[in-house]
């Protein structure tokens, strides 16, 4: 019985030296999640900084564009009066010239 009992003391001492094991091995891999979480979340910090940045300058191009456009819309809206306005004055020129002969 005592040599029974011995040999179930040497199985449980070897099973807890493994476990223990096992614990400083899973609160090492746990230190190491920890740290990479860590890294995740300081990249995803500068990530939205990035993202932030990104945005402004889009927002500016937006307005930037918008004032473009409004600006090709002036543009082509004195475009065509100059033209109408040639227009009239060659089409006067042309009467203009008809009565001179």
Same mark, same amino acid.
């Given at each position: 019985?005592?040599?029974?009992?011995?040999?179930?003391?040497?199985?449980l001492l070897s099973? +807890?030296?493994? *476990?223990?094991?096992?614990?400083?091995? @899973?609160?090492?891999? #746990?230190?190491? &999640?920890? =740290?990479?979480?860590? %890294?995740?979340?300081?990249?995803?910090?500068?990530?939205k900084t990035v +993202?932030?940045? *990104?945005k402004e300058k889009?927002?500016? @191009?937006?307005?930037? #564009?918008?004032? &473009?456009? =409004?600006?090709?819309? %002036?543009?082509?809206?004195?475009?065509?009066?100059?033209?109408?306005?040639?227009?009239?004055?060659?089409?006067?020129?042309?009467?203009?010239?008809?009565?001179?002969?």
């Open positions: 019985m005592a040599e029974e009992i011995k040999g179930q003391r040497s199985k099973a +807890n030296a493994f *476990l223990k094991a096992q614990k400083a091995l @899973l609160a090492a891999e #746990n230190n190491f &999640l920890k =740290s990479e979480a860590l %890294k995740i979340k300081a990249m995803n910090k500068e990530l +993202n932030d940045v *990104l889009n927002s500016k @191009l937006s307005m930037d #564009n918008t004032e &473009l456009a =409004s600006a090709f819309v %002036k543009l082509a809206n004195k475009i065509t009066k100059v033209a109408k306005n040639s227009e009239w004055a060659h089409e006067s020129s042309k009467w203009a010239q008809g009565k001179l002969k």
